[in-house]
């Protein structure tokens, strides 16, 4: 079921999936990250964010890491998850994806301006 | 304070989405609240926050799986075992159907409980009669309610007619006649009254199983007052009494007595606590004692009254009035295909009340080669409507046996018929186990004739020709006191019933009989 609801993946489980590429983060620290690197159109609401990290846990693309205090948030304890292998894998090959997706529009000069 | 709020929105998630991720979800609602200062910022968090509730939660319950939570998977093979699916208390959406569908079970339980109250009487009647039949096979039954029609005929002027017992039919129930509404059916011929003056006290009685409601009888069944020893002598001394009074064999009554006393003195009935069993014992040691299955010893839980009261012009305007609607009893008259005449016919009413009735539905089936009379459901009723319909079977006044009058002039058949085709015409009668009382005279008359081939079962055996006497306030008697001319055999349909002449079940025997019918038409 997991991988169902992953196929097509989800942007907001790229999104997570790419936000853990560089390093380990805990939830807060995954929306901060998508947010940044969606220059602010993506906010992850608590209950979005915390039922796909589910599904992705669910579908090992991403794992737990224990817990851990954010020295820059205060002293509670968080969970921190990483992206496993397959995550990482998937993230590769969607990206790829997208990529073609983006060959594709250029080609046919769908996109305007020099930015893309 | 804003936390709280959320923390409270928070239970619309699932509850295992709540325990796996409740505390993180918070965490990060504190964290954007303490990063996201300011009014705009602020109101940007709650949209953020409501549109993510308005996502999240449907998507929740959408990809809800089921998974066993709170306990072992481990079990034995075989053996059931209870999961726990979800842990939290059930959402208000389930609430709230589960209530609904309790509502709508509760609604139709109780229409479905209500409906077969309405049927009721029809079934237990049907029922009653049958284990009537084995069971307490003779006259009558008492109630109090029909003790008040029966004492009419003892108060009434000689020469008026005299409204007797009722006996009502199964059909009663389906007309929508209050089974409890005094019924009187049989009128009795005026000299019969004078040298009988309680005679029609049994008739009362007599149909009381029948016109009785079947509750208060189950009741008088079911609830029977235990009796002492006291109680017991009692009955017993009154009912001795009331035999040398009133049987009509002196030398009977005192055998009977002789019998009774002795085995009271033996103890045979020191064990018995219950009224009807006591009355069924008695009942049994009268009829081994006389050989006469008119005797009845019967027990009521409601008290007997001890002077009861005549029947009202009110009751009599009653039953007229829902004997006439009930078009007398008489639920068809048709012709047959090969001409053959069909006649169903669920009581004998009241002579007086439907001789109009009866004779234009007589006249309906006047051209038909041969006759069927359906008393399949037939409950009794007027020996004076027996003597009347039979009277279309004959061309010259024929001798019909009642147990319950002397032989009298009103003993034959008013035969011939003005205008009547009937006379020479093959008869058939359809009979049941619930044929009863006054159909099972005009049976059992004309198979003694030979003058009807009796198709179906073997009829109840209420031949109810004993009067009824009072003993105490549940018990009473039913005593023959006339001697009528049996000609045609020992005994007649008391506890027996009629046996028919071609004996199939009761809902064959229409067909059988149009069988017999054709053959015999054919050879004609």
């Known amino acids: 079921m997991p991988k169902q609801k992953l196929n097509p993946l989800p942007s907001t489980a790229f999104q997570i999936l790419l936000a853990l590429v560089d390093e380990d983060l805990h939830g807060y620290g995954i929306m901060r990250q998508v947010a940044n690197q969606t220059e602010g159109r993506m906010r992850l609401g608590p209950g979005t964010l915390y039922s796909s990290i589910q599904t992705l846990l669910e579908a090992r693309l991403i794992e737990e890491v224990g817990q851990g205090v954010d020295g820059k948030l205060g002293q509670e304890r968080r969970r921190y998850y990483r992206l496993t292998a397959a995550g990482r894998k998937l993230v590769r090959s969607e990206a790829e994806r997208l990529a073609d997706l983006l060959r594709v529009a250029r080609a046919k000069k769908v996109l305007r301006g020099a930015h893309v | 304070m804003s936390e709280n709020i959320y923390a409270w929105l928070l239970r619309l998630y699932p509850s295992r989405f709540r325990e796996e991720y409740g505390e993180e979800v918070l965490q990060l609602f504190r964290d954007r609240a303490r990063d996201e200062k300011g009014f705009l910022p602020r109101l940007r968090l709650w949209w953020d926050l409501l549109a993510d509730l308005a996502i999240s939660v449907p998507r929740e319950y959408y990809h809800f799986q089921p998974e066993f939570l709170g306990v072992s998977t481990q079990r034995l093979e075989g053996t059931p075992a209870f999961f726990v699916i979800e842990g939290g208390s059930p959402r208000p959406g389930a609430l709230f159907s589960g209530g609904m569908l309790t509502l709508a079970s509760v609604i139709a339980l109780s229409v479905f409980v209500s409906q077969p109250v309405h049927r009721r009487p029809l079934k237990i009647s049907t029922t009653q009669s049958r284990s009537f039949a084995s069971d307490r096979p003779s006259a009558f039954r008492r109630q109090p309610a029909r003790a008040t029609d029966s004492a009419r005929e003892t108060t009434r002027a000689p020469g008026q007619p005299a409204v007797t017992g009722v006996e009502s ?115 049994k040691a009268m009829r081994d004692a006389s050989q006469d299955m008119h005797l009845d010893v019967v027990y009521s839980q409601d008290p007997l009254p001890e002077h009861p009261q005549g029947s009202t012009p009110e009751s009599l305007a009653r039953y007229r009035e829902a004997i006439e609607r009930n078009n007398c009893a008489f639920e068809k008259a048709e012709i047959l295909p090969h001409n053959i005449g069909y006649l169903k016919l669920n009581s004998f009413p009241d002579l007086s009340v439907c001789e109009a009735t009866a004779r234009a539905e ?163």
């Open chain 2, 169 to 283: 039919k199964p059909s009663e129930a389906k007309v929508g006649q209050p089974p409890n509404a005094a019924l009187p059916q049989s009128f009795r011929p005026p000299h019969a009254q004078a040298s009988h003056p309680q005679s029609g006290q049994l008739q009362a009685s007599q149909s009381l199983e029948a016109a009785n409601t079947a509750n208060t009888m189950t009741r008088g069944r079911s609830e029977d007052a235990t009796i002492d020893e006291a109680e017991r002598h009692r009955v017993i001394q009154g009912a001795i009494a009331n035999l040398k009074q009133h049987y009509v064999y002196p030398e009977v009554a005192q055998k009977i007595a002789d019998a009774l006393v002795a085995h009271e003195k033996s103890g045979d009935y020191n064990a018995v606590k219950d009224g009807g069993a006591f009355a069924d014992l008695l009942t």
């Open chain 2, 362 to 524: 007589m006249y309906r089936l006047n051209d038909a080669a041969a006759i069927i009379f359906d008393l399949r459901e037939n409950r009794g009723g007027d020996p004076d409507m027996v003597m009347q319909l039979a009277a279309y079977l004959f061309d010259r006044p024929e001798y019909m046996y009642n147990p319950r009058e002397n032989t009298t002039q009103q003993s034959w058949t008013r035969s011939p018929v003005p205008g009547n085709k009937l006379a020479d015409k093959p008869v058939y009668i359809l009979t049941s186990g619930l044929t009863f009382s006054a159909a099972e005279h005009f049976c059992y008359d004309l198979k003694m004739l030979k003058r009807a081939t009796l198709v179906g079962e073997t009829t109840s055996g209420a031949a109810h020709s004993g009067v009824f006497h009072r003993i105490d306030e549940h018990f009473g008697m039913g005593i023959p006191e006339v001697k009528p001319i049996n000609p045609f055999s020992k005994n007649d349909w008391a506890v027996v019933g009629v046996e028919p002449d071609v004996k199939v079940n009761a809902a064959d025997a229409l067909d059988a009989a149009i069988r017999l019918a054709q053959t015999k038409l054919q050879k004609k």
